[in-house]
């Protein structure tokens, strides 16, 4: 594969070991019969195979057998001159100016020898931009209505020809994990929740803010690879693991990809949605009351040495990690750690004017308790994780679950984004909800087909926009994308058994790539994978052209492919940068997270 005219790939691929010591043909020294040498011939020296031939005076041929190689010209060396090759994934060959001495010199440790050169994979990767890297952090946000016995995973993908040491540390773990990963394997990491921040079973709340000294997983190895978390991994439990008994489900899932740590930023939107609240009957005299599920939350991790100041500017009232209240339009400096992470939930509704009931189960409709564009800065970069304790999309459609995205910097954010839909669920009509929030003021935003007027948006609005069909949306500054997964029964005259809410970034057309290794959880009924490409693009999966009838829309093309879930590592390819979104779905839940993407700076 052309990997420069492919535009950058997850991993750099590296070549089989070249063999410069080749073993000897065939003994004895009579010479081929296609070789003859004429008398003016004195001198040249051939080669047949490993054998040299020498033409002598008067016309003879002398042949020999080689012990090591046999260049043209030259015959009999030790090696080809100033030939250089990988003996190994760890050792470079060089054959000196005369093909007399070979010389082994070893790759420095964090090195492999790759296209004929020591190359430090990791430096490689973070100046590709690449979504495959060296270091990461996980974090486990609040999953409130999560019941215990579920894990919290974090799947690595080594989609390379050199074997990873991976290891983990950090957050519950009293001793780091250090493993193996085999090229082209994956590896599943079970790791415990971080109990201040996950809140499992802790469902009357829906989430509080805290700050966890040791809130952050660290995830290092020595040749980049990829990684996602799962909160948690498995939707059901065997009745061995299940304290119910059998049928132990978890009602609640959703994944992210991570992003190692040189593709993240020291300013941030937040993307989430409002509490999922229900009208209760007043209480001993109180005028209102409501429970709250899930709230709107998000968490932000600590990432280099020393302290770093983060100051969280609000869009909606939050609560703080001392039990106090930050209000919308407020803003406030924390200092963090590194591994600290700070996580912030919004505030519950406190009165009919902040929550009024709608549908037909009195759901709550909070708009201004969604931390949607809240802005983060920060005096050095650090990771934002966004999402929900448990929301329903839309608001009065049941069931809830657990949202959760890394999210992309500020300045990885462009203006063109081409949304596919999410499949729909038991061939169900249901649309897709895409939030678009803006970055910037003064920003137009348009959507071809015009499923709306256009609309102008400053930095820190948004819009939820319904759509049954690619939509194509463009706008004059960077955007913040996310589409939202719709519950499982969207159609209330027609409820489903599987999915349920869950919330995926979209990539901007800018960062779209044309090469992709991405993994599929063996953990999830079905999964599908959603291709957005130019239209005319070629697009093959683990080698084979994709045979679909895409969805048309303006010049893009949408696939919807239903992926083999026994093998755990797919690769993606096209002859045009192409985006990949990956979703899947089980009873009562589902997950969706980005297959990847080129992180470059695109906003200065």
């Given at each position: 594969?052309?990997?420069?005219?492919?535009?950058?790939?997850?991993?750099?691929?590296?070549?089989?070991?070249?063999?410069?010591?080749?073993?000897?043909?065939?003994?004895?020294?009579?010479?081929?019969?296609?070789?003859?040498?004429?008398?003016?011939?004195?001198?040249?020296?051939?080669?047949?195979?490993?054998?040299?031939?020498?033409?002598?005076?008067?016309?003879?041929?002398?042949?020999?057998?080689?012990?090591?190689?046999?260049?043209?010209?030259?015959?009999c060396l030790r090696c080809e001159p100033?030939?250089?090759?990988?003996?190994?994934?760890?050792?470079?060959?060089?054959?000196?100016?005369?093909?007399?001495?070979?010389?082994?010199?070893?790759?420095?440790?964090?090195?492999?020898?790759?296209?004929?050169?020591?190359?430090?994979?990791?430096?490689?990767?973070?100046?590709?931009?690449?979504?495959?890297?060296?270091?990461?952090?996980?974090?486990?946000?609040?999953?409130?209505?999560?019941?215990?016995?579920?894990?919290?995973?974090?799947?690595?993908?080594?989609?390379?020809?050199?074997?990873?040491?991976?290891?983990?540390?950090?957050?519950?773990?009293?001793?780091?994990?250090?493993?193996?990963?085999?090229?082209?394997?994956?590896?599943?990491?079970?790791?415990?929740?971080?109990?201040?921040?996950?809140?499992?079973?802790?469902?009357?709340?829906?989430?509080?803010?805290?700050?966890?000294?040791?809130?952050?997983?660290?995830?290092?190895?020595?040749?980049?690879?990829?990684?996602?978390?799962?909160?948690?991994?498995?939707?059901?439990?065997?009745?061995?693991?299940?304290?119910?008994?059998?049928?132990?489900?978890?009602?609640?899932?959703?994944?992210?990809?991570?992003?190692?740590?040189?593709?993240?930023?020291?300013?941030?939107?937040?993307?989430?949605?409002?509490?999922?609240?229900?009208?209760?009957?007043?209480?001993?005299?109180?005028?209102?009351?409501?429970?709250?599920?899930?709230?709107?939350?998000?968490?932000?991790?600590?990432?280099?040495?020393?302290?770093?100041?983060?100051?969280?500017?609000?869009?909606?009232?939050?609560?703080?990690?001392?039990?106090?209240?930050?209000?919308?339009?407020?803003?406030?400096?924390?200092?963090?750690?590194?591994?600290?992470?700070?996580?912030?939930?919004?505030?519950?509704?406190?009165?009919?004017?902040?929550?009024?009931?709608?549908?037909?189960?009195?759901?709550?409709?909070?708009?201004?308790?969604?931390?949607?564009?809240?802005?983060?800065?920060?005096?050095?970069?650090?990771?934002?994780?966004?999402?929900h304790g448990c929301a329903h999309v839309?608001?009065?459609?049941?069931?809830?679950?657990?949202?959760?995205?890394?999210?992309?910097?500020?300045?990885?954010?462009?203006?063109?984004?081409?949304?596919?839909?999410?499949?729909?669920?038991?061939?169900?009509?249901?649309?897709?909800?895409?939030?678009?929030?803006?970055?910037?003021?003064?920003?137009?935003?348009?959507?071809?087909?015009?499923?709306?007027?256009?609309?102008?948006?400053?930095?820190?609005?948004?819009?939820?926009?319904?759509?049954?069909?690619?939509?194509?949306?463009?706008?004059?500054?960077?955007?913040?994308?996310?589409?939202?997964?719709?519950?499982?029964?969207?159609?209330?005259?027609?409820?489903?058994?599987?999915?349920?809410?869950?919330?995926?970034?979209?990539?901007?057309?800018?960062?779209?790539?044309?090469?992709?290794?991405?993994?599929?959880?063996?953990?999830?009924?079905?999964?599908?994978?959603?291709?957005?490409?130019?239209?005319?693009?070629?697009?093959?999966?683990?080698?084979?052209?994709?045979?679909?009838?895409?969805?048309?829309?303006?010049?893009?093309?949408?696939?919807?492919?239903?992926?083999?879930?026994?093998?755990?590592?797919?690769?993606?390819?096209?002859?045009?940068?192409?985006?990949?979104?990956?979703?899947?779905?089980?009873?009562?839940?589902?997950?969706?997270?980005?297959?990847?993407?080129?992180?470059?700076?695109?906003?200065?």
């Amino acid at each position: 594969m052309d990997h420069g005219a492919r535009g950058g790939t997850p991993m750099r691929n590296a070549p089989t070991a070249i063999a410069l010591l080749l073993a000897a043909c065939t003994s004895g020294s009579r010479p081929p019969a296609e070789i003859a040498c004429a008398p003016e011939d004195e001198g040249v020296i051939t080669c047949v195979d490993a054998r040299e031939v020498r033409c002598e005076a008067g016309g003879t041929a002398h042949a020999r057998d080689c012990e090591h190689v046999c260049v043209e010209g030259r015959g009999c060396l030790r090696c080809e001159p100033e030939l250089v090759a990988c003996e190994d994934e760890r050792t470079l060959a060089i054959c000196d100016a005369e093909g007399t001495s070979l010389e082994q010199r070893a790759c420095a440790p964090n090195e492999r020898c790759v296209a004929r050169q020591c190359a430090d994979l990791c430096a490689e990767a973070a100046a590709r931009h690449d979504y495959a890297g060296c270091e990461y952090v996980a974090v486990p946000i609040a999953t409130p209505q999560l019941r215990a016995g579920f894990s919290f995973a974090v799947v690595i993908a080594n989609a390379s020809d050199h074997e990873a040491n991976v290891s983990i540390e950090g957050g519950a773990l009293d001793a780091a994990i250090a493993r193996v990963v085999p090229a082209r394997t994956t590896e599943t990491f079970v790791l415990p929740w971080i109990d201040e921040l996950s809140q499992i079973e802790q469902r009357e709340q829906g989430g509080r803010s805290v700050i966890a000294p040791r809130g952050a997983y660290w995830i290092r190895s020595d040749v980049p690879v990829l990684a996602t978390q799962w909160s948690p991994l498995d939707f059901r439990l065997d009745n061995t693991r299940c304290e119910d008994g059998p049928g132990c489900f978890s009602f609640t899932n959703d994944a992210s990809l991570l992003l190692p740590l040189h593709a993240l930023g020291a300013r941030y939107h937040v993307a989430s949605y409002a509490p999922l609240a229900f009208e209760q009957p007043a209480i001993a005299g109180e005028p209102y009351a409501a429970v709250v599920p899930g709230r709107g939350l998000f968490a932000i991790a600590a990432t280099e040495p020393g302290e770093t100041t983060v100051t969280v500017h609000a869009s909606a009232p939050l609560d703080t990690p001392e039990g106090g209240r930050l209000e919308a339009g407020t803003s406030r400096a924390f200092t963090l750690a590194q591994g600290a992470v700070l996580q912030l939930v919004s505030s519950s509704p406190r009165d009919a004017a902040e929550c009024a009931p709608q549908g037909r189960r009195r759901q709550c409709d909070a708009p201004s308790l969604d931390p949607t564009g809240t802005r983060i800065e920060s005096s050095a970069p650090v990771a934002v994780f966004s999402g929900h304790g448990c929301a329903h999309v839309p608001f009065d459609r049941p069931a809830c679950d657990h949202l959760e995205e890394q999210l992309l910097p500020d300045v990885a954010l462009g203006a063109r984004y081409v949304l596919g839909t999410i499949r729909p669920l038991h061939e169900q009509p249901a649309p897709s909800f895409a939030r678009v929030l803006s970055i910037a003021d003064a920003n137009e935003v348009r959507f071809d087909p015009p499923i709306r007027a256009p609309i102008t948006l400053d930095a820190g609005e948004h819009v939820l926009v319904e759509h049954d069909a690619p939509l194509v949306i463009d706008a004059d500054a960077p955007l913040l994308v996310t589409q939202l997964v719709v519950g499982m029964s969207f159609d209330l005259e027609a409820p489903g058994a599987e999915g349920d809410p869950a919330m995926v970034l979209a990539a901007p057309i800018a960062q779209w790539r044309r090469e992709y290794v991405f993994l599929v959880p063996g953990t999830y009924t079905s999964a599908y994978a959603s291709v957005v490409a130019p239209a005319g693009t070629t697009v093959w999966l683990d080698g084979e052209p994709l045979e679909d009838t895409p969805m048309r829309v303006s010049d893009f093309e949408l696939h919807d492919i239903a992926l083999d879930r026994a093998a755990a590592v797919h690769q993606l390819e096209a002859d045009h940068p192409v985006a990949l979104t990956l979703h899947g779905y089980a009873p009562w839940t589902s997950y969706a997270h980005l297959g990847g993407l080129t992180v470059a700076p695109l906003v200065e």
